[in-house]
T-cell receptor, first 113, second 116 residues
Framework: AQSVTQLGSHVSVSEGALVLLRCNYSSSVPPYLFWYVQYPNQGLQLLLKYTSAATLVKGINGFEAEFKKSETSFHLTKPSAHMRDAAEYFCAVCSSGTYKYIFGTGTRLKVLA | NAGVMQNPRHLVRRRGQEARLRCSPMKGHSHVYWYRQLPEEGLKFMVYLQKENIIDESGMPKERFSAEFPKEGPSILRIQQVVRGDSAAYFC??????????????FGDGTRLSIL
């Protein structure tokens, strides 16, 4: 069975500081992995996806994530936080050839001025 | 989001009433997925539909919930005799093909359902 664990339901960083949001997955088959961002009262917007090509994936808004099979991790990073990055971030896993996304419980990012 | 359209954005119902949530997929997408997000939780898969077919409803509660995706018109998620525990955000997603084909699911802005 697949699962996703996001460590830290709330993360606060100062504006300009490094953002690190953690995601660990469990999958018996090679996974596809995603990070989505959700702004208040909006839907989910895709930040980036890993589909077994390059292990370092670059997404929108300056975010990137690295797939580490040995650690079963797919942590999301951004070198310098901006106020507009304040939102909730969800990690999701999906097996190749299937459609059912398994989401983590989300991490709410707060950016301090 | 110029893609997946959901309406209404907010829906208030009293216990025992029916709730109907609509989803129009992105143009060219024929596969629709419904997810539910309870407060402080991630999204949970409910049902996967293609036009006129339910492919997988393993995440749907056994009673009161139903979904359809007719040949014409939007997909509908229907909740009969709503209870307080149905209060949640319901998201619809769509994709051009079924199964993962390197094209991720695109999500709508959701319907926030509140039960009084």
């Amino acid at each position: 069975a697949q699962s996703v664990t996001q460590l830290g339901s709330h993360v606060s960083v100062s504006e300009g500081a490094l953002v690190l949001l953690r995601c660990n997955y469990s999958s018996s088959v090679p996974p596809y992995l995603f990070w989505y961002v959700q702004y208040p009262n909006q839907g989910l917007q895709l930040l980036l996806k890993y589909t077994s090509a390059a292990t370092l994936v670059k997404g929108i808004n300056g975010f990137e994530a690295e797939f580490k099979k040995s650690e079963t991790s797919f942590h999301l990073t951004k070198p310098s936080a901006h106020m507009r990055d304040a939102a909730e971030y969800f990690c999701a896993v999906c097996s190749s050839g299937t459609y059912k996304y398994i989401f983590g419980t989300g991490t709410r990012l707060k950016v301090l001025a | 989001n110029a893609g997946v359209m959901q309406n209404p954005r907010h829906l208030v119902r009293r216990r025992g009433q029916e709730a109907r949530l609509r989803c129009s997929p992105m143009k060219g997408h024929s596969h629709v997925y419904w997810y539910r997000q309870l407060p402080e939780e991630g999204l949970k898969f409910m049902v996967y539909l293609q036009k006129e077919n339910i492919i997988d409803e393993s995440g749907m509660p056994k009673e009161r919930f139903s979904a359809e995706f007719p040949k014409e018109g939007p997909s509908i998620l229907r909740i009969q005799q709503v209870v307080r525990g149905d209060s949640a955000a319901y998201f619809c997603a769509s994709s051009p093909f079924g199964g993962f084909d390197n094209q991720p699911q695109h999500f709508g802005d959701g319907t926030r359902l509140s039960i009084l």
